[in-house]
């Protein structure tokens, strides 16, 4: 398991745009692939995006490829998820996590940041 502390949370209207970042300390940067995931009250956690560590292919949610970009700095071992456009039904806490090997447990996960979308 690696340590991720995610940032960068807060709140903005709707339209705004908000740039969270995912830090893993340790600086093993050893993960398969890193995810952001989101959890409403009263709802599950999704999964939104993903990345490879290495080669950084990614995955989106449908609902959210078209205003959300996931991208990694490699030498910082940071993962960053870039939301534009967002909504009131954004509002949620996100979460990073870490995944050790292709289709393994997502067994690593930050501390969760707040997201809130005024309307």
């Known amino acids: 398991q690696v340590q991720l502390a995610e940032s960068g949370g807060g709140l903005v209207r709707t339209g705004g745009s908000l740039r969270l970042s995912c830090e893993e300390s340790g600086g093993t940067f050893s993960s398969y692939s890193r995810g952001w995931f989101r959890q409403a009250p009263g709802k599950e956690r999704e999964l939104l995006a993903t990345?490879?560590?290495?080669?950084?292919?990614?995955y989106y949610l449908d609902s959210v490829k078209d205003r959300f970009t996931i991208s990694k700095d490699n030498a910082k071992g940071t993962v960053y998820l870039e939301m534009v456009s967002l909504k009131p039904e954004d509002t949620a806490v996100y979460y990073c996590?870490?995944?050790?090997?292709?289709?393994?447990?997502?067994?690593?996960w930050g501390q969760g940041t707040q997201v809130t979308v005024s309307s």
């Open positions: 990345v490879t560590w290495n080669g950084g292919a990614t």
């Open positions: 996590a870490a995944q050790a090997y292709y289709r393994a447990p997502w067994d690593s």
